[in-house]
């Protein structure tokens, strides 16, 4: 696993988090909620190539 994936998650729940305030505080929770799930996406679609490689290597070793 690489530190830059690390990185990019936590940069990512560090802008999610910070515009789910901006937008709560200004009375906009729907917007905030949506900003969550979006972050959420996001973040899965990062994970997503890093868990075929771990299927693919998973594969590689078991010979499967």
Do not use: P
């Not at 505080?25 to 973040?43: D, K, P």
């Amino acid at each position: 696993m690489d530190v830059d994936l690390i990185f990019q998650i936590a940069g990512v729940g560090i802008i999610v988090a910070v515009l789910n305030q901006l937008l709560t505080r200004s009375g906009r929770e729907e917007q905030a909620l949506l900003t969550t799930i979006a972050g959420l996406v996001v973040v899965l679609f990062i994970l997503t190539e890093q868990i075929g490689a771990l299927f693919d290597t998973v594969k590689r070793i078991f010979g499967l």
